[in-house]
């Protein structure tokens, strides 16, 4: 059996050599099938990651659910040891490059209660069908999503490539409630 830290090798590789027209398609799709879902339709609080590199793009699901007036809330990174929050954006230009070269707000003004957030949209490396999710190995987000209300729907965004058969977990490993994938 591999393991994570090959399986995050060869998946991500995998993902980075996604060729830019397929690439558009897929964006295009997931978020089609975000925005259609019921899921999305009924939430009024979602948090969501601010895409980076070859990830899944959030950047057009955010400012369709700002111009819809949902709250969006994205990530903003403390430190490795403290963790993250979810801080609410009124636009998409209330990003600024942080830490580690991703999107976020500059500061914690608009930080949310966690359990005012009724959709949470994951990033990760790989997922499998059983709600396994491999994150890049800094355990922000299972940390993060233990706060959310138990019944807070947690799914992940990926490409099709990015699900595999198995995702070896831990304890602490928190898993996914479902997958949008594209195709």
């Keep these: 059996m591999i393991d994570k830290k090959e399986l995050r090798k060869i998946i991500l590789e995998k993902r980075d050599n996604i060729v830019l027209d397929e690439r558009i398609k897929y964006d295009n799709d997931i978020f089609k ?3 259609n879902s019921s899921l999305y339709n009924k939430s009024k609080c979602i948090f969501i990651f601010v895409s980076y590199k070859t990830e899944v793009n959030t950047h057009e699901i955010i400012k369709y659910a700002l111009s819809q ?5 994205v990530p903003k990174v403390l430190s490795k040891s403290e963790g993250m929050y979810a801080v609410e954006i009124k636009k998409i230009d209330d990003l600024k490059s942080g830490k ?6 500059e500061n914690f003004e608009n930080k949310i209660n966690e359990e005012e957030i009724d959709l949470a949209l994951i990033p990760g490396v790989a997922f499998d069908k059983n709600g396994g999710r491999m994150g890049y190995g800094a355990a922000f987000y299972d940390r993060f999503l233990v706060k959310l209300k138990r019944d807070t729907p947690k ?3 990926a490409y099709g490539m990015q699900i595999v058969d198995y995702i070896p977990m831990n304890e602490w490993d928190v898993k996914v409630d479902g997958i949008i994938a594209n195709g």
Excluded at 100 to 105: A, D, T, W
């Design 100 to 105: 580690y070269g991703i999107l976020e707000p």
């Design 69 to 73: 007036r949902k709250r969006v809330c």
């Design 155 to 157: 799914i992940a965004l």
């Design 33 to 35: 099938a975000v925005v």
